[in-house]
């Protein structure tokens, strides 16, 4: 959990930080490089209207948390889809096909992956592999290691953490927040608009919020 919301001081969208490749990362000195942005499963790079090409520093308690991060060798990806050995849950006691599609034929592939604990696609695996005759793990290949879609992390990561937590803000209101907060401590609006990757215009109508900290200083001013 920590892992998600962490990288969210980099001030990165959800869908630069899905297309981090591990390889551009500087976890030595601290500094994240994008190049590119994740949709629907397929990076999408630099254009004249979007600029996905950038670098900006991580913070002390970000970088630490990424140092820790075990090292796959199986994906280019920072954040890759679980599925390897590496970060597969544990296996559980599977029901027999039978009585998987008994239970199927009174509640849905969702319902049912909640009451075993596995997820969705697990589940759905699990009835493909059956229905072409082969034993389930069989033939299957890795599955993990690929470059997230956004609405398979919200619903297996973000949601989940969410659930957990109890947090409030969504990804984009943890951007706002890291410009807000920079800017108030004094950092340069160009230099923070270039990190965050859009313009300072940008950073001041949809990003930037009120701190509602100035009444003692705006008192003194007006006398």
Known sequence: DRDVTGVQTCALPIWEMLALRRALQDLKTGIFHVRGTAW??????????????????????????????????????????????????????????????????????????RKLGVSDNALRNRMRAYEAGR?????????????????NWTRDVWNPTVRRTGLGATPKEFRASWETHLIAAGANTDDVAAIAGHSVNVQAEHYRQALHRSSDFIRAAIG
Do not use: C
Not at 56 to 71: D, N, Q, V
Not at 135 to 142: A, F, H, I, R, Y
């Open 40 to 113: 629907n499963g397929a990076v999408i790079e630099s254009s004249r209207e979007k600029n996905h090409d950038r670098e900006g520093p991580i913070p002390p308690s970000t970088l630490a948390l990424l140092r820790a991060m075990p090292t796959r060798i199986d994906t280019e990806w920072l954040f890759p889809t679980p599925g390897s050995a590496h970060t597969r849950r544990p296996r559980i006691d599977w029901p027999s096909h039978d009585e998987l599609r008994g239970e199927l034929e009174t509640m849905s592939y969702k319902a049912l992956s």
């Open 135 to 151: 034993q389930p793990g069989e033939g299957l290949g890795n599955d993990g290691g690929k470059l997230w879609r956004y609405d």
